[in-house]
Nanobody, 122 residues
Framework: QLQACGGGLVQAGDSLTLSCAAS????????MGWFRQTPGEEREFVAGISRRYGNTYYADSVQDRFTISRDNAKNMMYLQMDNLKPDDTAVYYC?????????????????WGQGTQVTVSS
């Protein structure tokens, strides 16, 4: 089970940190990631991190602005978002994959959190 939190309403240029708490059988997870979705659009990959080595990868649109991290001891994952832009407005979801240590494909993620709204005003 995944639980995401930390969303909110911020202004352009502000920072925000999302958190994702994992519970249950977390030892079998290969990677975790963040996706986002706006109304009428498909879910978009944002960032991912391998559970074992902590290798990270990002969508081009957030590279150098967002930082994904994880704390395996606490079963937590984070997304530090800096220099936020209005285009970052979306519902953000955390997800976990059992079989893929590096993937940006939503269907490769088995477990999903409930989503947290991030709204960036101009």
């Amino acid at each position: 089970q995944l639980q995401a939190c930390g969303g909110g309403l911020v202004q352009a240029g502000d920072s925000l940190t999302l958190s994702c708490a994992a519970s249950g059988r977390t030892l079998g997870l290969a990677s975790m990631g963040w996706f986002r979705q706006t109304p009428g659009e498909e879910r978009e990959f944002v960032a991912g991190i391998s559970r074992r080595y902590g290798n990270t990868y990002y969508a081009d649109s957030v590279q150098d602005r967002f930082t994904i991290s994880r704390d395996n001891a606490k079963n937590m994952m984070y997304l530090q978002m800096d220099n936020l832009k209005p285009d970052d407005t979306a519902v953000y979801y955390c997800a976990a994959s059992l079989a893929h240590s590096r993937t940006s494909v939503a269907t490769n993620y088995r477990y999903w959190g409930q989503g947290t709204q991030v709204t960036v005003s101009s």
